[in-house]
C-alpha cells in the first residue's frame, strides 16, 4: 500500500512539474514570434484570440495562437517514408524530448522545492542532456534520406562539440561551490547578486550560456537546419505530431539550459538584493519561486533576442569557436580558479 501511495505521489509530483512546462514552451513560442515581430516592426500574432472581449489585452492578442497550432499539428497526418526504418523513425523524437524533460527532476525550483535532491545532480543532468543526441542521429539514419542524414551528422558533431565546452565550465561551477547538488551550489551563492557565481566565473559563464544556444541549435547556430543548404536537416521527412515533438523539446532545452544557468551562475532563487541594508526589507516578501522564474525569463530573452539580431555562422566558424576559442577558455579558467582556491585567495575565502 505504503509503495503504491509512492507511486501516485511520485506521478502526482512529475505532472506537476510537466504540465506547466509544456504550457510555457508553447507559450514561449507566442513569445518569441511577439518579441522579434517588434524587433523587427512586425505585428506577429494577432488574431487567434482567448478573450477578444477584453480590449484591455491591447499588444497581448493571439494568445490562442500556440493552441491553435497544436490543434492544427494533432490533426495533420504523419508520413513515414516508405523505406525508413519504421520503429527508429517513430522512437527519434522520444528519444529526443525524453531527457529535456528527465533533467528536471533535479532542478530546484525554491528552496525546498525539488522532486529528486539528490547529491550527483550535476552528473545527473550532464547524463540527461547527453542522451539527447541519439535522437537526432536516429532521426536522420532512419528517415533514408540524404539530406536528413547529412542533418544529423552536423548537428550531431555541433552538439557533442559545445557540450565538452558546457560541460567545462560545469566544472569551474562545481569547483567554486564544493558541491554536486543544485540546492548546495545555490546556497553556496548565498547574498547579494554581487555574491553569484556570474562574476568571479564570467568567462565561464558567457562561456556556458552561448554554448547553450549552440546546444540547443538556436540561431545564430542553426546549421543543422539551415534551410538554404539542407532543407531543414534531420526532420526534413517528419510532419504531424512526430514534427511537433522536435520543436517542442528544442524549446524545452531552452528552458531548460536558462534554468540550469539561473541556478549555476545567478543565485537561483535568491533575491538579489539580499544582505544589502533597506532594500533587503523592503523585497523580502517577493517568494524565491518568483526571483528564479524572472532569472529564467532573462536568459530565455536573450535567447529570441540573439536569434533576432546574429546572422547564421558558417558550419567551420562555429566548430573552430568550440574547439579553438571556449575549450581553451574554459581550460585555463578552471587552472587560474584551481590556484585561487588553493592559495585561499578571494572571492572564496575573503
Known amino acids: 500500500m505504503e509503495a503504491l501511495l509512492y507511486l501516485i505521489t ?58 491553435a497550432d497544436a490543434v492544427k499539428l494533432m490533426f495533420k497526418e504523419i508520413i513515414i517514408p516508405s523505406n525508413s526504418n519504421r520503429f527508429l523513425f517513430v522512437i527519434a523524437p522520444m528519444l529526443v524530448m525524453a531527457p ?80 554536486l547538488n543544485l540546492s548546495d551550489i545555490v546556497a553556496a551563492q548565498k547574498g547579494s547578486f554581487l555574491h553569484w557565481f556570474w562574476l568571479p566565473l564570467l568567462p565561464l559563464f558567457i562561456v556556458y550560456f552561448i554554448s547553450g544556444v549552440a546546444e540547443t541549435n538556436r540561431a545564430p547556430f542553426d546549421v543543422a537546419e ?33 534554468a540550469l544557468a539561473t541556478i549555476m551562475f545567478l543565485g537561483g532563487w535568491l533575491s538579489p538584493f539580499q544582505g544589502i541594508p533597506y532594500i533587503e526589507d523592503l523585497f523580502s516578501w517577493v517568494p524565491g519561486f518568483f526571483w528564479f522564474v524572472a532569472k529564467v525569463s532573462v536568459f530565455l530573452f536573450f535567447f529570441l533576442w540573439i536569434r533576432a539580431t546574429f546572422p547564421r555562422y558558417r558550419y567551420d566558424q562555429i566548430m573552430r569557436l568550440g574547439w579553438k576559442v571556449f575549450i581553451p577558455i574554459t581550460l585555463v579558467w578552471i587552472v587560474v580558479l584551481g590556484l585561487l582556491i588553493l592559495m585561499k585567495l578571494p572571492p572564496w575565502f575573503a
Open 226 to 258: 539551415g534551410e538554404s543548404e539542407i532543407v531543414a536537416g534531420f526532420h526534413v521527412e517528419y510532419s504531424g505530431m512526430l514534427f511537433a515533438v522536435f520543436f517542442l523539446a528544442e524549446y524545452a532545452n531552452m528552458i531548460l539550459i536558462s
Open 10 to 67: 511520485t506521478v502526482i509530483y512529475i505532472l506537476i512539474i510537466v504540465i506547466p512546462l509544456m504550457l510555457c514552451v508553447a507559450y514561449l513560442t507566442y513569445a518569441e514570434r511577439k518579441i522579434i515581430g517588434y524587433m523587427q516592426v512586425r505585428i506577429g500574432p494577432n488574431r487567434v484570440n482567448l478573450w477578444s472581449a477584453l480590449p484591455v489585452l491591447g499588444n497581448l492578442r493571439g494568445l490562442g495562437q500556440p493552441i
Open 100 to 179: 529535456a524533460l528527465a533533467a528536471w527532476a533535479v532542478v530546484p525550483f525554491a528552496e525546498g522545492w525539488v522532486l529528486s535532491n539528490i547529491n550527483a545532480a550535476l552528473l545527473y543532468i550532464l547524463a540527461m542532456t547527453s542522451i539527447g543526441v541519439y535522437g537526432v542521429i536516429i532521426a536522420g539514419w532512419a528517415s533514408n534520406s540524404k539530406y536528413a542524414f547529412l542533418g544529423s551528422l552536423r548537428s550531431a558533431a555541433q552538439i557533442v562539440s559545445y557540450e565538452i565546452a558546457m560541460g567545462f565550465a560545469l566544472v569551474g561551477v562545481l569547483m567554486a561551490a564544493g558541491s
